[in-house]
């Protein structure tokens, strides 16, 4: 394992190999900004999800009539990821390892800069096989909230009408529960999460911010990420608010095991490269 550090003016920030994982973020002003991952509540800190984010129905898929088995967030999160460069304000980790359900020629790189108060986050896959083949990515950012949850809200971008998709096991309903008709603000309640995380699939803000009384302020912008989620542990009363920003949506209970079917997944075709991206900002 190593830890990469990179830094700007206001930000450092420490990132581990394993999982190409964010391990620490300290803003100007010296203090930490993400959970440091406390195993007797939740030992994560801010793990990538490829090649799905949350699970599929069964922990499987069909992808030209072949079942293919994915357990819940994929497989990369615990791996050993190479360290490809490193300069001072950016680094760029590699995975290419293969899965019993994910056999496909690949590269994946997570690419980490930080510029001012902002760490910019992109993903960036290449296909490198003839064969088109489906992923999704997701991000799982945990960020620290000291006092806990109830001290601060959540706020949005654009006036939305907050359909909450119920979780149920890896899937989720189909029918969501409104939680509100008409608002810029949610208030966090750990009441909120006694089922499983908060699933927004229709959310017209691409960008969100955490605020408390303390007058600190995590945004995140995803403007390629359609699903945006909140989770923490409730039980615990958890000092961390995660803001998930995944390409697809956990599966419904009934979906259908074609990948292709399956809502947010991208078909990249043989040769191909896409990238996804989304930005975090502490002030």
């Known amino acids: 394992m190593a830890l990469i550090t990179i830094s700007s003016a206001k930000l450092q920030v420490v990132i581990s190999s394993v999982g190409a994982e964010i391990q620490s973020v300290t803003d100007a002003m010296g203090r930490e900004r993400m959970w440091q991952g406390d195993e007797s509540i939740w030992s994560g800190r801010a793990p990538i999800l490829f090649p799905v984010a949350g699970g599929f129905r069964d922990d499987q898929y069909i992808f030209r009539g072949k079942t293919y088995p994915m357990t819940k967030h994929g497989f990369v999160r615990r791996r050993e990821w190479q360290v490809e460069s490193a300069t001072e304000n950016e680094a760029v980790f590699l995975m290419t390892d293969k899965h019993e359900g994910f056999p496909f020629d690949y590269a994946l790189r997570a690419i980490f800069r930080a510029e001012g108060d902002t760490l910019h986050v992109t993903y960036r896959v290449n296909n490198l096989q003839e064969d088109a083949f489906y992923f999704s990515i997701g991000g799982h950012e945990a960020y620290l909230l000291p006092g806990g949850i109830e001290q601060y809200q959540v706020y949005f971008d654009e006036e939305e009408r907050l359909d909450r998709y119920v979780i149920e096991g890896n899937s989720i309903l189909p029918e969501p ?17 006694t089922v499983d995380a908060l699933v927004f699939k229709h959310l017209k803000s691409r960008g969100v911010e955490i605020r408390g009384g303390d007058g600190r ?7 390629e990420h359609p699903v945006t989620m909140f989770w923490t542990k409730p039980n615990m009363h958890a000092p961390y608010l995660c803001i998930e920003t995944w390409c697809n949506a956990p599966d419904l209970i009934d979906a259908p095991y074609e990948i292709e079917k399956k809502f947010g997944f991208i078909c990249l075709e043989g040769g191909g490269q896409t990238e996804r991206r989304h930005s975090i900002t502490f002030t």
């Open 217 to 223: 302020c995590v945004r995140v912008e995803a403007p």
């Open 177 to 193: 529960v409104r939680m509100a008709e008409s608002t810029k603000v949610l208030p966090l309640r750990y009441s909120d999460y």
